[in-house]
């Protein structure tokens, strides 16, 4: 079975600071990644996928994942934290239920960026 | 907008009543899906459709449940004699098929919120 790890339930930053978000999984066949971002009573929307070409993955509002397939890791970075960026994070990766694809979801990051 | 929809978006019912979602999904996709969300969780596989097969159900979706996507277009989720333990948001999410390993994306509507009281 398919599965993922967030491995911080929160993460605070500061305004302009680096932002990581560790996620592993953890996978019996090659993997389909994503990142998505939930805002407070919004549905989600999708950061990022990995899904077998380039291992570094480039996404919206500056956010960017790497696919580490040693580490079974698939961290979410952004250079720089805007106080937009404050929501839940999730790590997601496919898994197949019967015959339909489907999404299995980390517990999600809460990320706070203060002032 | 052109995304995902669902209605009503906040639900607040007595224990024992009998509830509806509708989800239209992104015209054109003929995949729908059904996810519950609790409290500090992430999103929970429900239900697939294609088109208007209900294809696949997981475990969560008790007899209470049950779900119809009629015409292969907009779905309805209804949940009857409901429970406490069944307030969450439930969210609605649309494809198109895959293919081939890495599948299109899938794309989340912004929930419908249950409360049983």
């Known amino acids: 079975a398919q599965s993922v790890t967030q491995l911080d339930s929160h993460v605070s930053v500061s305004e302009g600071t680096p932002v990581l978000l560790r996620c592993n999984y953890s996978?019996?066949?090659?993997?389909?990644l994503f990142w998505y971002v939930q805002h407070p009573n919004k549905g989600l929307q999708l950061l990022l996928k990995?899904?077998?070409?380039?291992?570094l993955v480039k996404g919206i509002n500056g956010f960017e994942a790497e696919f580490k397939k040693s580490e079974t890791s698939f961290h979410l970075t952004k250079p720089s934290a805007h106080m937009s960026d404050a929501a839940e994070y999730f790590c997601v990766v496919t898994s197949f239920f019967g015959s339909a694809r489907q999404l299995t979801f980390g517990s999600g990051t809460q990320l706070t960026v203060l002032p | 907008d052109t995304g995902v929809s669902q209605d009503p978006r906040h639900k607040i019912t007595k224990r024992g009543q009998n509830v509806t979602f509708r989800c239209d999904p992104i015209?054109?996709?003929?995949?729908l899906y059904w996810y519950r969300q609790t409290l500090g969780q992430g999103p929970e596989f429900l239900t697939y459709f294609q088109n208007e097969a209900q294809l696949e159900k997981s475990r969560l979706l008790s007899d209470r449940f049950s779900a119809e996507r009629p015409k292969g277009s907009f779905s309805t989720l209804e949940i009857q004699r409901t429970e406490q333990g069944d307030s969450a948001m439930y969210l609605c999410?649309?494809?198109?098929?895959?293919?081939?390993?890495?599948?299109?994306?899938?794309?989340f509507g912004e929930g419908s919120w249950l409360t049983v009281v």
């Open positions: 990995y899904t077998s070409a380039a291992t």
């Open positions: 015209s054109e996709h003929n995949r």
């Open positions: 996978s019996s066949y090659s993997p389909s």
């Open positions: 999410a649309s494809s198109f098929p895959d293919r081939a390993a890495s599948g299109n994306t899938i794309y």
